[in-house]
């Protein structure tokens, strides 16, 4: 889909394709592969219903906060036809802003109606992460106190895309949270936070133009560097420490990570497109391994 991002005349469904922001959907799997493998490694069996409707569920959020992004950044004059990052749907005037908020609010009723089913499987403690992380989907961008207007954006990744999304499909298997799912929790979220990073850092002085006041624009330039540095190698410093040799499969991704690192401090403008969806792909990887490695 490289072509897509630089047609001029895309079809419907490549516009909604782009809109929809594939390319960081990884970061929604990948909290719910490590939380499961635990489950799994700890009672030998799953429920697999909730497991798929979970996912089906996590990645509407995801989708349908990408749509609401899309169409706030427009209409704050954030995101214009000239930005740095990939063509945005709104701004592009590809989709009116009605059909995208439209689609948005339809993303975010089908993981609701999902949600049901998984609260009834889950009880109260799915409840919660279930309705946090719809009001969070939309107020990311949206409402009185938008989250990535602020230097929360990776904060609000940890929280969600790390903790609430692993212990959630963990709790959806055993009922019960423990220690080594929050450690796991927090390698997950420290990378996807660092997919934030990445786009936050492309995308510093358009946000800083337009009084988006992200992480990256409050510490700068040479600190977000050092800071997407940290986020990239701090996850396999925290699993070496662990001391768990059978967890150690993730090391095989830490070559990645160098060049990431490498390509991060380099890399400028558009290259910074491709820059971000390595970095989901190696949050991706790393927490595959790390699932194999529970399950083994």
Known sequence: ?????????????????????????????????????????????????PLFIAIFSAALIQIGTNLFNDVADFENGVDTPNRTGPKRATAQGWLSAKQVKTAAWFSFLLAFIGGIYLAFHGGLFIVAIGLLSLL????????????????????????????????????????????????????????AAAVISVNNYRDLQEDKKHGKNTLAVKIGKNNSKK?????????????????????????FTFPLAIFLIIRFWKDSGEKLNNLLALTAKLQLLFAILLSVGIVL
């Not at 390319?23 to 697999?48: C, D, E, M």
């Not at 929280?159 to 423990?178: P, R």
């Not at 800071?227 to 701090?234: D, K, M, P, R, V």
């Open 136 to 191: 969070a989907g939309w107020s990311y961008t949206c409402g009185p106190f938008p989250i990535a207007y602020r230097p929360l954006g990776e904060i609000f990744v940890l929280i969600f895309f790390g903790f609430a999304a692993v212990c959630g499909s963990f709790y959806l298997q055993t009922f019960f949270i423990n220690k080594e799912i929050l450690f796991l929790s927090l390698l997950v979220g420290i990378h």
């Open 227 to 251: 800071f997407y540095l940290l986020e990239i190698l701090l996850p396999y410093f925290l699993l070496f420490f662990y001391g768990d040799a059978h967890l150690y499969l993730p090391f």
């Open 1 to 49: 889909m490289q072509n897509l991002e630089i047609s001029k005349n895309p079809s419907k469904l490549q516009i909604w394709w782009l809109a929809a922001r594939p390319k960081t959907l990884p970061v929604s799997l990948s909290p719910i592969l490590v939380g499961t493998a635990l489950a799994w490694h700890l009672q030998g069996f799953l429920f697999y219903l």
